[in-house]
């Protein structure tokens, strides 16, 4: 039970996290708001999957690349069991907290340095 505690806060760390870095983007750059919605939909459609199902480019890429693994499939493979059945290492099964703290770290640090480029409409 604990453990499931856990895993949500990770998850909902790791959101927060991609979020800042996406709001800190669309400071900088102009009409890139999209960018919101392409976040929400690739963690909407692909995290409902098993890492296992994509191919390796994929699984890499939601693990290391866009960490929306570490919000579902890791924690819920050590939840239901299946821990040494994920696709690159069972120890990621535990990391999920870690990488939350990391992209909560990183996407602060975005969105302080893209506030200096921030200006008004109009």
């Given amino acids: 039970m604990c453990f499931l505690a856990v895993a949500v806060a990770a998850a909902t760390g790791i959101e927060l996290g991609l979020n800042l870095h996406i709001a800190g983007l669309v400071l900088r750059f102009r009409g890139s708001e999209s960018l919101f919605f392409w976040l929400d939909n690739t963690a909407g459609n692909f995290g409902n999957y098993p890492l296992s199902v994509f191919p390796a480019v994929l699984q890499g890429a939601f693990t290391f690349g866009i960490p929306i693994a570490f919000a579902g499939y890791y924690p819920a493979a050590w939840l239901t069991g299946h821990a040494g059945t994920v696709p ?7 990391l999920s907290p870690l990488v939350a703290l990391l992209a909560l770290l990183s996407g602060l640090a975005v969105w302080r340095r893209c506030l200096a480029w921030y200006s008004r409409n109009g």
């Fill in 88 to 94: 690159v290492s069972p120890v990621l099964v535990y």
